[in-house]
DNA sequence: CACAACAACCCACAATTACCCACAAAACAA
DNA sequence: TTGTTTTGTGGGTAATTGTGGGTTGTTGTG
């Protein structure tokens, strides 16, 4: 399970250290093996330790292919996910399509998020923050799951 | 499974050198034997490895035979697909009239798709997946099997 | 039968990537 | 503090991969 922020920079090759804390994990659960893709409502790339992303894969894969928001799905999440391992300096590479989506250039969040990682330029999730922040201030409306979670 | 995004390009003979990381994979489940055609909805191409397309090829050839909408999909789909090897050097030569249908030309993106490829041209690619992007932005009315997926 | 068009095979070079090592910076211990 | 270990960063080099094109063989056509 992971969670907590970390501010990472990436390195002109396109590389991220992992922190040293999640290495070990990563590297007995799937040997290092990960894949990454993009969100699709957010400016940002998920990674996946590669047993919690196959039943992902496997489920976006029974869809309907002739529903065209199943294949648009499709095409986006698994047309992006790249398979991808932690170097003997624990870091991973990320692939140059995948940056550029995500706006990745030098500073960037990585951000547990349960059974992924979020990764984010620094910029875009200080605005992005800020704006959710707001919008919690705001809603009087929650849907109704979130009516009776007890924090 | 087959998935992630790659940037490829055409040679002036119409090969594409498939990315090395597929190869053995290839290699491994048919000796590099695939099958490619059309895909009907889009001007792209689908690649699959011979034993995943046979079984497919079979569904299709049980369709009714009276049926209009049958024999327009089996004259489309079966009669575009054409067998294919990669040569020793890991490069597919795409026949000429499905080039010319998927508007491929030199910049191309090989897509892959679960148990198949996609080729795009890259620029219809792009404009497409911008289009996915912004329906997915909008579109609040998913399909009930999208509803409930957690990713 | 001769020719043209195309496909298969081969080789060689260019470009990229993965791997490795070395140092800098930070964290921790004595 | 000072020394020691761990973590983060940079970049060189060798090996792999991508690309181009020449030559030979095959197929179809006039």
């Not at 040997?31 to 992303?53: Q, R």
């Not at 496997?58 to 799905?73: H, T, Y």
């Not at 984010?120 to 009087?140: F, G």
Request: with cysteine; glycine share 6%.
């Amino acid at each position: 399970m992971f969670r907590g922020v970390h501010n990472i920079n990436l390195d002109a090759k396109g590389r991220m250290a992992v922190p040293a804390r999640y290495r070990q994990l990563l590297h007995e659960c799937n040997d290092g093996a990960l894949v990454v893709t993009i969100d699709t409502e957010e400016a940002c790339l998920m990674v996946y330790p590669l047993n919690e992303w196959e039943p992902i894969q496997a489920k976006l894969e029974a869809l309907p292919s002739f529903n065209p928001a199943a294949r648009r799905i499709q095409r986006l999440i698994i047309g992006h996910a790249t398979d991808i391992e932690m170097d003997a300096n624990g870091r991973l590479l990320l692939p140059a399509p995948l940056r550029e989506y995500a706006g990745l250039e030098k500073k960037m969040i990585m951000m547990g998020q349960g059974k992924k990682f979020e990764l984010w330029d620094e910029e875009h999730w200080n605005k992005r923050r800020q704006s959710y922040l707001e919008a919690m201030r705001e809603d009087t409306q929650l849907p109704e799951e979130l009516m009776n979670l007890s924090l």
